[in-house]
């Protein structure tokens, strides 16, 4: 059975925010005369709804066994992300200008190389050269660290395809955007 829901009419043609009335300014990137009407009466068919691979069960019932992680050998890193990096995961590091986070992720790519697992250090602020110059000060060189320095998304997929990686740094993921999407580098539907 399918459920009919109405659907935001307004859309932001900068950052995809969606709205049930229009506005003159978007709600989420704040930029003036880019909500527009997405159809007349847009309404949605519906989600199918389907029955579940499998029962919803209690929380104190899930073993964190199904979660295994990999210690990035930062011992206050593998504190914050709960014991260290969970295969798969997708982990956003923030933090002011210059208090350190490029050197962290370094260290983190460094450390994991030098275990035997290759990882690709994408650097979309800086030249690859500067990323090496910052990796000898803190004795972070190894064959396992691949570097590359890019903006586009669908470059950084290619290094990814190419070099294998286990682990993959973007630093930073709002100087990242992709041509098939609308919008600035750093725009929320560029970061989604």
């Not at 949605?44 to 990035?72: C, E, F, H, W, Y």
Request: aromatic share 4%; with cysteine; net charge negative.
């Amino acid at each position: 059975m399918a459920s009919k829901r109405a659907t935001p009419a307004y859309v932001c043609t900068e950052c995809g925010w969606t709205s049930m009335k229009w506005v003159g300014r978007c709600g989420e990137c704040q930029r003036w005369g880019t909500v527009e009407e997405q159809g007349a009466g847009a309404v949605s068919t519906g989600v199918k709804v389907l029955a579940p691979r499998s029962a919803a069960r209690p929380i104190t019932q899930i073993s964190t066994s199904d979660a295994p992680r990999r210690k990035s050998g930062v011992g206050e890193f593998d504190r914050v992300l709960g014991g260290g990096i969970v295969p798969g995961a997708a982990i956003l590091l923030s933090g002011e200008p210059g208090v350190g986070k490029s050197t962290l992720l370094l260290e983190v790519a460094a450390r994991a190389a030098k275990e035997g697992r290759r990882v690709l250090y994408v650097s979309a602020e800086e030249s690859v050269a500067q990323v090496r110059l910052r990796a000898e000060r803190t004795n972070a060189l190894h064959d396992e660290l691949f570097l590359a320095s890019e903006v586009d998304l669908g470059t950084v997929l290619g290094h990814i395809d190419e070099v294998q990686p286990e682990l993959v740094i973007v630093d930073s993921v709002q100087t990242v955007a992709s041509a098939e999407f609308d919008g600035a580098a750093g725009m929320p539907g560029q970061v989604r």
